[in-house]
């Protein structure tokens, strides 16, 4: 990313449920629209009549189980429930796992005419990047109904071989959301502790942001935003959840963090997380929210505006962070490994799970193994 760029694709509309259901059925009127949305959160939301009368304008098919943090043979059982053609438009309405599986089916939509389409297949186009090679793009119209996970307005998503334990990232320009509605109405239902793991993720997008080789001042400033923003606003909203005010601060907060790291990737705390998710079944939030201090701890003396970063958060050093991670947590869940059942003897393979390329390369501070261990085992 250039010093002087600031690249935001697609169009973000702040919207009242009123208004997301006469431009989403206007958008998708006479078209082929493959819609990705659970079940469960047309009920929790009272969506089934805009279904209806989205199936009335539109040739609808509905993929309505997603499952979180989808592996690769989820993406290959929706794929086999595409018809053949084309679609003229993909939207996704629901948290992260929801609007990645978007992305991935709109991805990999050229396999689904294949004969011998199995997941097999699935997993080599995404492990090989073999989608690069048909750029065509499904325009996607991204809803999120959390406010946390960035997915929204970036250009990639993650598919998980849990039982290889690998993580996969599925990345091209074209992924990027064509059209994004931010309706803090969405979000007023989730659980306190879906609340939670979400906006501590993207606190990590937006300080990750902040400290990463790639950022950039633009993004460090969108970065530093969000920050202030969350770290107001998550403890309030997590003891009044109904508060609607509230909500829509940490819609925009997630929104400024999320446009954040769409310019710059993630760095250790992300790349430490998916071994933490995918061997333990830590949220993803969570995951990356343990190890927030302890990378700052290690990144701080390097960073020019170090200043600018503790001002933003709200505190004078990384400790000071984490009594702040502990206190917003309290009542939900303790932010220490053994609480999720991690012991001394799982540290060695997390350790040598811990480096993704693309995310601890892009960290400030080169990260050893031993540095890992030694940030783990003080989490114990």
Known sequence: MSSRQLSIK????WSSPQEFFGESISLAKGKKVLLVMNATTAERLSLNRWVEELA????????????????????????????????????????????DMAKSLAALSYLVDQEKL?????????????????????PIYAVPTTAGTGSEVTSWATVWDWEGKRKY?????WLCPAGTWIIPEFTATMPQRLTLATGLDALCHAVEAYWAKSSNLMAQELAKTAIRLIVKY??????????????????????????AFAQTHTTACHSIS?????????????????????VMEMNLPLLEEKGDLLEALGVQSP??????????????????????GIREKDLSDLVTLSFTQGRMDNNPVDVSPEDVQRMLRSLL
């Open 118 to 138: 199995d997941h097999f297949l699935v997993l080599q186009s995404i492990s090989r990047k073999e989608y690069l090679q048909f750029p065509d793009s499904v």
């Open 169 to 173: 990232s599925i990345e091209a320009p």
């Open 234 to 259: 998550l403890p309030k909203v997590l003891a009044e959840g109904a508060h609607l005010s509230y909500r829509k601060k940490m819609c925009l907060g997630s929104l400024f963090a999320g446009l």
């Open 56 to 99: 009335g304008q539109a040739s609808l098919t509905w993929i309505d189980r997603t499952g979180s943090n989808p592996d690769y043979k989820d993406v290959f059982r929706n794929l086999k429930s595409c018809p053949a053609g084309p679609f003229d438009l993909v939207m996704a309405l629901g948290g992260g796992s929801v609007i």
């Open 10 to 13: 697609g169009t973000i509309l």
């Open 319 to 340: 400790a000071e962070l984490q009594e702040w991670l502990d206190q917003t947590a309290a009542g939900i869940v303790r932010l220490r490994l053994g609480a999720f």
């Open 274 to 294: 998916y071994p933490l998710t995918m061997t333990f079944g830590i949220e993803h939030g969570l995951a990356c929210a343990l190890t927030l201090a302890r």
